[in-house]
């Protein structure tokens, strides 16, 4: 194969990693040593690209015209089929005018090849599709196909519909990226994922992928949380393949089970424990999930600062805000009951009013509601001490649903009651900097007392 | 002046436009379009968190590439897939090779082309879809064709690169009766 006629051979083989050590040597020395070879190397890979992705987009035209005779078994099959390519086709060809038009992002949207539609949102979110488009006016029902979703705030949270009716959903500040071209395939950079996913396809599992790990799902309901340095799965119904990536080891984690890939040894699945129905943040331990955090220091304890965000649906207020996660990997759920009481505890350079919320999911990790613990009755504006520091305590049997969610409110719980706790987040409004930094949550049971009750 | 949100949203869309590019690139490295991609998509959050580090006027497909560089390098240890000097040796000339030829078509001029692709394409008779379905949307090695379709590995490769030409003339002349 080492004439000039033979070239695109070499090239086509190093494209697909077919090459053996002697042939890679050939081929760097062919391209080291001559310029025409380098720029018919770029060539061609350039134009076996274009054509992967040409086929692979005609394939799933052709998956699409399939299901369209399929159907339509009545209907006077060729004429029917050519007109619903046709139609397909057409659409198709919409989404390239679109691109070239940014601000008819929704046409392409309607367009045959979308994969997924938005079945619930709430918070700010910005999604960017696989072709550029950027959007942050996301509704209800709008028709996606593919891209990148970014929770940008704690209260953030976003339920994708497919095709096949699995739903996968993301909350508090969460990056995913989805696509499906036959085989749905998912990419957590961080944050929360809930998923409920229809039987796949034989051989087409979804994947989802995060740093650290790869999940193979074939149908079932679980839960992921991963981070820059681990990914933690918590299987509720059925069984999902998980393999680490640092050392390539494999385990199928059955239901009621989780696993992380931050451990040194085997890769082992633990039955999860039973739940617990009090918590504390460490965050001398890890950091907070929004905000800025602040390790300890010998003056202070560690903290989580509120940082500004603007709401995009209401871009003339500020907001100071921070979040916490609940993580799930390293202990049992925690259970919110109906008599617990949240103790916040922080700082504040002034007199502030400081609005907390929860997230939670139900036993299955199922997005089950956002609620306030600060709209029940009117929260008091809490007075820092000379210190700067202050207490503030919600009860649960206050806490109301958060009025983002109220256009779904069918769907979700009432309260928030033995349902299991995600996040929290907390944050002023003001109009000024109020110098919010949360030192410590905890949830205790009515038996425990607080500070002030001592 | 831009607000960082609107210099963001115009560096990563910028970015996205040079997506096939990128993924070509990946490939020629990485030798597999699955690994390519998602090392694409690594980099383009890359991108997103450091758009303000891209400089007006220079290039972006350039920019890209050299952030791409580290997520390959990073795909590659996160599969564990040891390099050789070999690898090293042809890694560098390829970079070398990308570096020196590959630049950004026009917008235009990229979107005609890829619909005379797709045009083509539809062209092809259905047999001959299956094959190139096989090896590109697929990924099926020339034996895994040779198996599913009923052929020999020798006239699958001669198929697929009978086919490659046919496209590629096909292609040539209809942008050039546009013209």
């Known amino acids: 194969m080492n004439d000039e006629n033979h070239w695109e051979e070499w090239f086509d083989c190093q494209l697909r990693g077919e090459l053996d050590e002697s042939e890679k ?46 159907v339509d078994k009545t209907s006077p099959g060729s004429m029917m089929l050519a007109v619903a390519a046709l139609f397909i086709l057409t659409l198709s060809g919409g989404l390239i005018y679109n691109f070239a038009n940014p601000n ?40 996606l196909a593919g891209g990148t979703i970014e929770g940008l705030a704690p209260d953030s949270w976003f339920e994708l519909q497919f095709r096949d009716g699995s739903t996968v959903m993301i909350s508090g500040t969460s990056l995913l990226t989805f696509a499906d071209l036959g085989q749905k395939k998912l990419r957590l950079r961080e944050g929360r994922l809930s998923a409920s996913v229809e039987p796949q396809l034989d051989g087409k599992p979804m994947l989802i992928h995060t740093r650290s790990a790869i999940l193979k799902v074939l149908g079932t309901r679980f839960d992921v949380e991963a981070d820059l340095a681990s ?34 040894d085997e890769l082992t699945p633990t039955l999860l424990q039973s739940s617990v129905a009090v918590w504390k943040s460490q965050l001398q331990l890890r950091r907070g999930g929004y905000g800025k955090w602040l390790p300890a220091t010998p003056q202070r304890a560690a903290a989580q600062k509120a940082i500004p965000l603007v709401p995009p649906d209401n871009p003339g207020t500020t907001l100071y805000l921070l979040g916490i996660p609940v993580p799930r990997g390293d202990g049992p759920p925690v259970v919110v ?40 009755s009117q929260q008091p504006i809490s007075e820092p001490n000379e210190d700067g520091q202050f207490e503030v305590v919600y009860r649960i049997h206050d806490f109301t649903l958060d009025p983002c969610v109220r256009d779904r409110q069918k769907q979700l719980a009432v309260k928030p009651d033995d349902l299991v706790l995600n996040n929290v987040w907390a944050f002023t409004h003001s109009g ?8 410590e949550v905890e949830l205790i049971s009515p038996e425990q007392k607080i500070g002030k009750e001592n | 002046m831009d607000s960082p949100e609107e210099k963001r949203d115009r560096v990563l869309k910028a970015a996205l436009e040079c997506r096939t590019e990128l993924v070509a690139y990946a490939r020629s490295l990485l030798g597999n379009y699955a690994a390519a991609d998602d090392a694409v998509q690594e980099a383009m959050l890359v991108v997103v968190k450091k758009y303000d580090q891209f400089q007006a006027g220079t290039s972006m497909l350039a920019w890209c590439r050299s952030i791409l560089r580290i997520e390959v390098l990073r795909a590659r240890q996160r599969h564990q897939r040891e390099r050789t000097l070999v690898d090293c040796l042809l890694g560098d ?12 078509e026009r917008k235009d001029e990229t979107e005609s082309w890829r619909e005379a692709l797709r045009r083509c394409l539809k ?10 379905r096989a090896r590109f949307a697929d ?36 942008l050039r009766e546009a013209e």
Not at chain 1, 342 to 354: H, T
Not at chain 1, 432 to 439: D, M
Request: proline share 2%.
């Open chain 2, 93 to 104: 000339a390829i970079d070398a090779a990308f570096e020196e030829f590959q630049a950004t």
């Open chain 1, 25 to 70: 040597e050939y081929l760097a020395d062919l391209l080291d040593s001559n310029p025409d070879a380098r720029r018919k190397f770029v060539e061609y890979a350039q134009w076996d690209t274009e054509i992967s992705e040409a086929s692979c987009q005609r394939a799933q035209l052709l998956g699409d015209k399939e299901s369209v005779a399929e």
């Open chain 2, 123 to 132: 062209r092809v008779p259905e047999r001959s879809q299956a094959v190139l």
């Open chain 1, 337 to 376: 009951h109906s008599d617990a009481r949240f103790v916040v505890r922080g700082r504040l350079d002034k007199p502030a009013r400081i609005y907390f919320g929860i997230a939670v999911s139900d036993a299955s990790g199922e997005f089950a509601g956002k609620f306030r613990g600060d709209l029940g």
């Open chain 1, 231 to 264: 990914t933690v799965l918590t299987v509720s119904e059925g069984k999902v393949r998980f393999k680490r990536l640092s050392d390539g080891r494999e385990v199928d984690v059955p239901a009621k089970h989780h696993v992380t890939t931050d451990t040194a």
């Open chain 2, 139 to 174: 990924e099926l090695s020339y034996q895994q064709i040779g198996e599913r379709l009923g052929m020999t590995i020798e006239a699958v490769r001669k198929s697929l690169f009978r086919l490659k030409k046919q496209v590629r003339t096909c292609v040539e002349s209809s």
């Open chain 1, 104 to 143: 008819s992002w929704i046409l392409e949207a309607k367009s045959a090849s979308y994969i997924a539609r938005v079945s619930g949102l709430s918070g700010s979110l910005v999604w960017t599709g696989d072709r550029g488009q950027i959007r942050r006016e996301l509704k209800l029902g709008t028709e």
């Open chain 1, 432 to 439: 000024a900097p109020s110098g919010l930094e949360v030192t």
